[in-house]
């Protein structure tokens, strides 16, 4: 079947921040991006600040407004800062507009031109879960550094940062309500044309006190991956409520990022600031019987607090980011992908249960 929606790939990811000009140092010196391009006051930009980061082929942008009254302001005010938009580079950003649209998506931006000197590129967008978006970016007449009204910012960048080795976006993950998953899982099959790659229960995931569901959605190439997640009724609040408790609706609740060498990169991240979850040491003791012989040396990963699970395909290694704002909402996971196409479900009872020592330690279990 033909697919109506190709996406091409994600473009970028918009976070609604209370300061962009202070994450985006956050971002630059924690996780190694690169500031390359900037709209706000002085390019003629009175509607918001904007900074552009970039590392491998990730594509962050971080927004803020200067109205207390803006979408951004109330977008703030709601749920902290977190992901807006994650947007899709497309061919034909009308079309992918009018096709979800026909099959039941909520508009957001009808298809829209934006022009300079470069070109042009032409920007739709729908509604997904919360106060979530997806855009379509179509800029194969554009060639400019990123979108009109955003100006070259690399000669505002400190000096110094390097990278941390993260190349791409591998999958991002959207928390919704109980009972709202299959019903997330319908919208991205029938309105975007995804398909479900796997699928998780409440016995694969669950804890002494919680448990969640999840399902994952992928795209007619298996590019971009969404897995969907809802709290399933536990002896305790799961990790899902706490989120929707704090964000106040669903929303993204991770960011993966591929890395070549997680060793490195995870290595290099936490010198930076960037803090981790931790599992206990009797996960290590377990592991080589669990998942049999890899490249790595597990004293190195157990050092490092990386986690290892195997699939038919092969093996993943993979480490989870603390929340990277004050509310306990949305985090970073760091994934090193060895053959395995799966996300590793034999970490999910050990995570869990590490971020119910977090939980514990907020008073929000
Ligand atoms: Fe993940």
């Not at 033909?2 to 091409?8: E, V």
């Not at 975007?192 to 992928?218: C, H, P, R, W």
């Not at 931790?278 to 012989?293: A, M, S």
Request: proline letters at 4%; hydrophobic letters at 35%.
């Amino acid at each position: 079947m033909k697919d109506f929606l190709p996406l091409k790939r994600i473009d970028y990811i918009e976070f609604y921040c209370g300061n962009a000009k202070q994450s985006s140092l956050y971002y630059q010196y924690g996780f190694g991006f690169k500031l390359t391009g900037y709209s706000g006051l002085e390019t003629k930009n009175n509607q918001k600040a904007s900074y552009l980061l970039e590392q491998g082929k990730i594509r962050f942008v971080l927004s803020s407004s200067y109205d207390d009254s803006s979408p951004i302001s109330e977008h703030v005010k709601k749920h902290g800062d977190g992901v807006f938009d994650v947007a899709f580079e497309v061919e034909d950003a009308a079309k992918s507009f009018e096709e979800t649209v026909k099959r039941g998506a909520i508009p957001f931006i009808e298809p829209q031109t934006f022009k300079d000197e470069n070109g042009y590129i032409i920007k739709s967008a729908i509604r997904t879960f919360g106060d979530t978006i997806h855009s379509f970016i179509e800029r194969k007449n554009y060639s400019g550094l990123f979108i009109p009204g955003f100006i070259d910012a690399k000669s505002k960048a400190p000096e110094g940062i390097t990278d941390t080795g993260l190349r791409s976006v591998d999958h991002m993950v959207g928390n919704v309500e109980l009972g709202k998953m299959l019903h997330w899982v319908d919208f991205y099959a029938k309105t975007m044309g995804f398909n479900q790659l796997l699928s998780f229960d409440d016995k694969d995931i669950s804890t002494e006190y919680t448990a969640l569901m999840s399902k994952v959605m992928q795209n007619s190439t298996g590019k971009i991956k969404i897995p969907i997640n809802e709290p399933a009724p536990g002896k305790k609040k799961s990790q899902i409520e706490e989120y929707l408790d704090f964000y106040k609706s669903p929303g993204i609740q991770h960011v993966a990022m591929t890395t070549t060498d997680i060793l490195t990169t995870v290595s290099d991240l936490k010198k930076r600031g960037v803090e981790f979850l931790t599992v206990p040491k009797t996960y290590y003791n377990e592991l080589i019987n669990r998942i049999g012989t890899i490249d790595e040396d597990i004293k190195l990963l157990e050092e490092t607090g990386i986690l290892v699970d195997r699939d038919e395909d092969g093996y993943l290694l993979q480490i989870f980011t603390k929340p990277v704002e004050d509310r306990p909402t949305l985090f970073f996971e760091i994934i090193q992908r060895k053959g395995a196409r799966s996300f590793g479900k034999g970490n999910f009872k050990a995570l869990f249960e590490s971020i119910e020592r977090e939980q514990a330690l907020r008073g929000t279990l």
